[in-house]
């Protein structure tokens, strides 16, 4: 596991500080502000468990006599009556895998993602940020569900986005005995990019739904005086063995290795400290202390000798870059040195 994934685990200890001071809320929806308009939000919503609404004037031994000794007991989300007994769900047949050859053109393909849906118009949507990456899957079966073996599906998008590897198994994989194999989105400009997925004579389209931090009521990185641009950072090619990766960069950015220079972006905490004195600066706003948003190529791996002051918001830093051709750590891009410019 990459040391720095490692040091996310004491950055999730940082946000009992930084709650003290509310996180910003997107000024509306993301997909409110999309270029598609046609997926139903609320569809996909789903109200949290109720809380306990607090009670004044009541004593600690009063307090625990009224609180449930299970938090959630009584609650909709934790009865026995839910469903029925385990022993009454019906077995699932797990069918045995078929190889491509066995299969034939008796085929089937299925995008699976962790933000999948699809709209009224009964396309497969994926909604992301511009510059974050995907991680997709695409199932093969035959029509009577045995998952395909050795398949080897081929990708096309049209539109900004590109499609990359994300693991050591590289994009020329089969599918493996589950039928499945992996493979990224990095997401491009703000527009619906059309993803087509092709075997045989079978395809299977995505939307990319692409959104614009400004669009998405996030505070927008684009036209900071003299910051090197994420859309060059994120050009890097980065591929995957089983225990580092590599990189190719930009002309345009590799002419800045050990040179002073520039980045705005996010804070991803890697200390349980107000002051961080090593942390990852990202493109987009990190939605998971286990997920960098824009992938290896999406963050910059930031060390001051100073620290510097959590924030939401996002900063603008100056200090010494470099490129990593190979990393065991996961990270591409350093920046030593660190100091905060006044925004």
Same mark, same amino acid.
């Given at each position: 596991?990459?040391?720095?994934?490692?040091?996310?685990?004491?950055? #999730?200890?940082?946000?009992?500080?930084?709650?003290?001071?509310?996180?910003?809320?997107?000024?509306?929806? &993301?997909?409110?502000?999309?270029?598609?308009?046609?997926?139903?939000?609320?569809?996909?919503?789903?109200?949290?468990?109720?809380?306990?609404?607090?009670?004044?004037?009541?004593?600690?031994?009063?307090?625990?006599?009224?609180?449930?000794?299970?938090?959630?007991?009584?609650?909709?989300?934790?009865?026995?009556?839910?469903?029925?007994?385990?022993? /009454?769900?019906?077995?699932?047949?797990?069918?045995?895998?078929?190889?491509?050859?066995?299969?034939?053109?008796?085929?089937?393909?299925?995008?699976?993602?962790? @933000?999948?849906?699809?709209?009224?118009? @009964?396309?497969? #949507?994926?909604?992301?940020?511009?510059?974050?990456?995907?991680?997709? !899957?695409?199932? #093969?079966?035959?029509? &009577?569900?045995?998952?395909?073996?050795?398949?080897?599906?081929?990708?096309?998008?049209?539109?900004?986005?590109?499609?990359?590897?994300?693991?050591?198994?590289?994009?020329?994989?089969?599918?493996?005995?589950?039928?499945?194999?992996?493979?990224?989105?990095?997401?491009?400009?703000?527009? !619906?990019?059309?993803?087509?997925?092709?075997?045989?004579?079978? @395809?299977?389209?995505?939307?990319?739904?692409?959104?614009?931090?400004?669009?998405?009521?996030?505070?927008?990185?684009?036209?900071?005086?003299? !910051?090197?641009?994420?859309?060059?950072?994120?050009?890097?090619?980065?591929?995957?063995?089983?225990?580092?990766?590599?990189?190719?960069?930009?002309?345009?950015?590799?002419?800045?290795?050990?040179?002073?220079?520039?980045?705005?972006?996010?804070?991803?905490?890697?200390? !349980?400290?107000?002051?961080?004195?090593?942390?990852?600066?990202?493109?987009?706003?990190?939605?998971?202390?286990?997920?960098?948003?824009?992938?290896?190529?999406?963050?910059?791996?930031?060390?001051? /000798?100073?620290?510097?002051?959590?924030?939401?918001?996002?900063?603008?830093?100056?200090?010494?870059?470099?490129?990593?051709?190979?990393?065991?750590?996961?990270?591409?891009?350093?920046?030593?040195?660190?100091?905060?410019?006044?925004?």
């Amino acid at each position: 596991m990459p040391d720095f994934v490692r040091s996310l685990c004491a950055g #999730v200890l940082l946000i009992g500080v930084l709650c003290a001071c509310q996180q910003p809320e997107p000024a509306e929806s &993301a997909r409110a502000a999309a270029p598609l308009q046609s997926g139903a939000a609320s569809d996909r919503s789903a109200a949290g468990p109720p809380s306990m609404p607090a009670v004044a004037g009541l004593s600690g031994a009063e307090m625990e006599l009224e609180a449930p000794l299970d938090a959630f007991e009584g609650t909709p989300y934790a009865t026995p009556e839910m469903g029925p007994p385990a022993e /009454d769900f019906p077995e699932v047949e797990v069918k045995p895998p078929v190889t491509i050859k066995q299969a034939g053109t008796d085929l089937n393909l299925r995008v699976l993602s962790e @933000r999948g849906y699809d709209n009224a118009d @009964r396309q497969h #949507v994926v909604d992301l940020l511009e510059g974050e990456l995907a991680y997709l !899957a695409v199932k #093969v079966e035959t029509a &009577a569900g045995n998952p395909v073996s050795g398949a080897r599906p081929t990708w096309r998008i049209e539109g900004s986005s590109r499609i990359t590897e994300v693991s050591s198994a590289g994009l020329e994989a089969p599918s493996d005995d589950s039928g499945m194999v992996e493979f990224g989105v990095q997401a491009g400009r703000m527009g !619906a990019d059309e993803l087509t997925i092709t075997l045989g004579p079978v @395809r299977q389209s995505v939307v990319l739904n692409v959104i614009s931090l400004a669009a998405a009521g996030y505070p927008s990185l684009e036209g900071i005086e003299g !910051a090197l641009p994420w859309e060059q950072l994120l050009g890097a090619t980065v591929r995957y063995t089983e225990d580092t990766l590599t990189a190719q960069f930009p002309a345009a950015i590799a002419q800045h290795h050990r040179q002073s220079v520039r980045l705005a972006g996010f804070m991803m905490p890697l200390e !349980a400290e107000q002051k961080q004195k090593r942390f990852l600066l990202t493109s987009n706003p990190p939605n998971c202390f286990f997920h960098v948003p824009g992938g290896p190529a999406g963050a910059v791996e930031v060390f001051s /000798d100073t620290g510097i002051e959590a924030s939401w918001d996002p900063i603008i830093l100056e200090g010494r870059f470099e490129t990593l051709p190979s990393s065991d750590n996961g990270v591409i891009y350093r920046l030593r040195d660190a100091r905060l410019v006044p925004g």
